[in-house]
């Protein structure tokens, strides 16, 4: 996501000057409302409680997240057996949801 991100910023004129990258996106945010900086982020992010940010959507960024699903090879768990098994046979409905 990173190198996507750094692409997506040169094909738009410009480069990112990069002061923190915070393992914890509620930090992000904290950096953000005090004033560090603007930050580029997932839009999930934006469901975290931040007073002080506002969140704008990027418009024309199209790159698409791989998502992936694992299992621990060893499970016994019927209900992630049973989960597993939606995920597989609704795979192409969520990739559309997702495009």
Same mark, same amino acid.
């Given at each position: 996501?990173?190198?996507?991100?750094?692409?997506?910023? @040169?094909?738009?004129?410009?480069?990112?000057?990069?002061?923190? !990258? #915070?393992?914890?996106? !509620?930090?992000?945010?904290?950096?953000?409302?005090?004033?560090?900086?603007?930050?580029?982020? #997932?839009?999930?992010?934006? @469901?975290?409680?931040?007073?002080?940010?506002?969140?704008?959507?990027?418009?024309?960024?199209? @790159?698409?997240?791989?998502?992936?699903?694992?299992?621990?090879?060893?499970?016994?768990?019927?209900?992630?057996?049973?989960?597993?098994?939606?995920?597989?046979?609704?795979? #192409?409905?969520?990739? @559309?949801?997702?495009?």
């Amino acid at each position: 996501m990173f190198d996507d991100t750094i692409m997506l910023c @040169k094909q738009a004129g410009f480069s990112a000057n990069i002061v923190s !990258q #915070p393992r914890h996106m !509620q930090t992000l945010l904290t950096e953000v409302a005090a004033g560090l900086g603007v930050a580029i982020a #997932p839009y999930c992010i934006s @469901k975290l409680y931040s007073q002080s940010c506002h969140f704008l959507t990027l418009t024309d960024a199209h @790159k698409s997240i791989a998502t992936q699903l694992h299992v621990k090879s060893t499970n016994h768990s019927a209900t992630v057996n049973a989960f597993v098994a939606l995920v597989i046979a609704n795979q #192409p409905s969520i990739a @559309k949801s997702m495009a």
